[in-house]
């Protein structure tokens, strides 16, 4: 089970700090990873980082800007969001997926379409 938290209302330029708890496990291989969903809008995947902690990956919107980490237990990762948008404006989930969706489909796009996934925290930014 995956639990987010960390959402809000912020300011244009303002910063959040989202969390995503892995509860009952801790992922070993694959990776985990932060979508959004805006209303009205598709599933986007934003952020993922490999279990190993080495690689991360990133839409080109949040480059620069959003931070994925992990803690070293690897039941906890985190998203730094930097200088938000209001297009950054969605409910914000994270998932996690195996190496063989990864391969089978490419991380983001795996994560976009994983069951395994949380409820979500929404971000406002105005």
């Known amino acids: 089970q995956l639990v987010e938290s960390g959402g809000g209302s912020v300011p244009a330029g303002g910063s959040l700090r989202l969390s995503c708890a892995a509860s009952?496990?801790?992922?070993?291989?694959?990776?985990v990873g932060w979508v959004r969903q805006a209303p009205g809008k598709t599933r986007e995947a934003i952020a993922a980082i490999y279990s190993s902690g080495s690689d991360t990956f990133y839409l080109d919107s949040v480059r620069g800007r959003f931070t994925i980490t992990q803690d070293s237990s690897k039941t906890t990762v985190y998203l730094e969001m930097t200088n938000l948008k209001p297009d950054d404006t969605a409910l914000y989930y994270c998932?996690?997926?195996?190496?063989?969706?990864?391969?089978?489909?490419?991380?983001?796009?795996?994560?976009?379409?994983?069951?395994?996934r949380g409820q979500g925290t929404q971000v406002t930014v105005s």
């Open positions: 009952g496990y801790t992922y070993s291989d694959g990776c």
């Open positions: 998932a996690s997926v195996d190496n063989d969706a990864i391969q089978a489909r490419g991380v983001l796009t795996a994560l976009e379409y994983s069951s395994n």
